[in-house]
């Protein structure tokens, strides 16, 4: 499988980190930086497999 790369915009919310993905529209959360792009990153692999699973 091709490697992709994609956008990862963080920002915080009140306590939280929230990060989203633009170009697939996926958004995690997480009580660090890491953590939320982390969450991010499995959200999006996670969204993809079902995507290519059902096309």
Same mark, same amino acid.
């Given at each position: ?5 994609? &956008? ?35 959200? &999006? ?11």
């Amino acid at each position: 499988m091709a490697k992709s790369f994609f &956008t990862a915009v963080v920002h915080l919310e009140e306590d939280i980190y929230v990060a989203e993905c633009p170009e697939v529209g996926t958004v995690s959360q997480g009580p660090t930086i890491e953590e939320a792009i982390d969450n991010l990153k499995e959200a &999006t692999e996670l969204y993809l497999e079902e995507f290519w699973l059902n096309s």
